[in-house]
């Protein structure tokens, strides 16, 4: 177990990161949220002028996003029943067109993981599991509600409406939405949150279901054991169809009560009958992304919780940074910021942030914060070695040719290899390239086999680049051989 004096471990914490570059590989990550339009929409598109808007808004979010250099968005794509994608099994929501059932004329989804992959950027489907609404957008949704086609799968419960998880059908109708998510869309994972019963569980009307499946156990198994069948069931053909796309959720910031914090308060396995330890400790998710909007002892033991539990896999931790506002909590930056450097020193495979508009909106200074000292290069994705450790073929080395005022590299892609690759470019002015190191990034995530970058012409440079090829695992190959160019306004 470990022990530690808090105010010692933030400051020793505070004088690594300010002396070591950010680590080469991390998960940097943003709920983009769609519901009411938070951080995406602004306003429903009914015309071409407003759907044009719409996309360049979103272009505007990744543009910035790539500039601080994040790397993955979990966009919200099915909120309270209703879906950002073209399905026949729940209908498109209003936020896009202003009418439940009718895209904004064009696909949403399909946009967004586009968009993110030409800046190269993950993009995971943020799927709200149970959750329907309230009374009044059950009406609004009218025949093409869930409750409405699915009433023996819907309970009631505090004023909201609920898959429950206690039926057989529900297993049914989520695979169902993701099988088509999964087989229609380049999506790099599927993100599953509210997967588990909803506030105040203890009164959730499911009694008779109980006695009817229980078969005797407690309550708070046979809660848990549903959900979990439906978790590794989504999992084991999630794997069948598209191994490499990542399984993953967003449970309760704490798991459970532990030793160090006996009054815990609201955890994951004990209010809300979800079990993410069972379910990595099992290989039924590639990673888990707690919500830990907690401060000091209501954060730092939960991390290792959750990393001593991890059996392998990717955890990394959700950051609220909409904790920041005034009206919320009034955290200060360094409030985050230390979250980081802990997640970062005790195991954390990255951090995502709750959510993408107050990243996006500097609050405090945060933005600026990541973008020059916490996110300053480039970060490549963990690897998924469970998945799949088969290391790729280099590519050929980079031939760099200059095109008026820019710098065109351009590889091929290893003959031996048929699957899909990402790219990542290493450069230096000064001497050879470390592999191993952050700064010498100039670009990853690339999907193409070319990139352009703008140079001052006037001035006289070297430079060495050298590429490295990664699969959609990724595992990344060893670097190319290296290219040395000397950029000079006179030819040599």
């Not at 879906?83 to 904004?104: H, L």
């Not at 909803?198 to 959730?204: D, G, H, L, T």
Request: aromatic share 14%.
């Amino acid at each position: 177990m470990r022990k530690y004096c808090l105010s010692l471990l933030l400051l020793l914490l505070t004088l690594v990161s300010n002396a070591v570059e950010p680590p080469k590989r991390e998960i940097r990550g943003v709920w983009l949220t769609t519901v009411y339009g938070l951080d995406w929409p602004r306003k429903p598109a009914t015309t071409e002028t407003g759907r044009k808007a719409q996309q360049r808004d979103v272009c505007d979010i990744l543009d910035r996003l790539q500039d601080a250099n994040f790397n993955t968005v979990f966009l919200q794509v099915r909120m309270r029943g209703d879906v950002i994608w073209r399905s026949a099994i729940e209908p498109a929501s209003k936020i896009f067109s202003g009418k439940y059932g009718m895209m904004p004329g064009y696909d949403p989804l399909a946009f967004v993981v586009d968009e993110c992959h030409k800046r190269g950027m993950e993009c995971h489907a943020w799927f709200v599991t149970f959750p329907l609404g309230t009374d009044k957008s059950v009406i609004e949704q009218g025949k093409l509600s869930v409750v409405r086609r699915q009433p023996k799968l819907c309970k009631r419960h505090n004023g909201e409406w609920y898959l429950d998880p206690g039926v057989p059908g529900t297993s049914d109708y989520v695979l169902s939405l993701v099988k088509e998510l999964v087989n229609g869309y380049d999506i790099d994972g599927i993100h599953f949150d509210y997967i588990r019963y909803p506030e105040q569980a203890k009164s959730f009307p499911d009694k008779n279901l109980y006695n009817k499946y229980g078969k005797k156990r407690p309550l708070a198994e046979w809660r848990r054991e549903n959900i979990n069948k439906m978790v590794y069931r989504i999992y084991d053909w999630v794997k069948s169809v598209k191994p490499w796309i990542q399984v993953s959720s967003s449970p309760l910031g704490k798991y459970n009560r532990i030793e160090r914090v006996p009054n815990a308060g609201w955890t994951a396995y004990e209010s809300v009958f979800q079990d993410p330890k069972m379910w990595m400790q099992n290989g039924k998710q590639d990673m888990i992304v707690p919500m830990m909007y907690y401060l000091h002892d209501n954060f730092f033991p939960f991390v290792d919780n959750w990393v001593d539990n991890r059996n392998g896999r990717l955890v990394v931790p959700g950051l609220g940074a909409y904790r920041m506002l005034k009206e919320e909590a009034d955290w200060t930056v360094n409030d985050i910021t230390d979250q980081i450097d802990y997640s970062r020193y005790y195991g954390g495979a990255g951090c995502t942030f709750f959510r993408c508009a107050n990243i996006l909106d500097n609050t405090k200074g945060i933005y600026d914060e990541l973008k020059d000292k916490y996110y300053k290069y480039p970060a490549q994705l963990p690897p998924l070695s469970w998945l799949d450790d088969t290391v790729p073929a280099a590519p050929e080395e980079i031939r760099v040719e200059k095109e008026e005022d820019e710098l065109k590299l351009s590889w091929q892609k290893p003959d031996s290899v048929k699957d899909v690759l990402t790219y990542t470019v290493y450069y230096s002015l000064t001497d050879s390239i470390n592999p191993t190191s952050a700064r010498n990034i100039l670009m990853t995530g690339i999907r193409d086999t070319s990139i352009y970058l703008p140079v001052d012409t006037t001035s006289e440079r070297g430079y060495i680049f050298s590429v490295s090829s990664s699969t959609r695992y990724h595992i990344e190959s060893v670097l190319s051989k290296e290219t040395y160019y000397y950029l000079s306004k006179y030819p040599k």
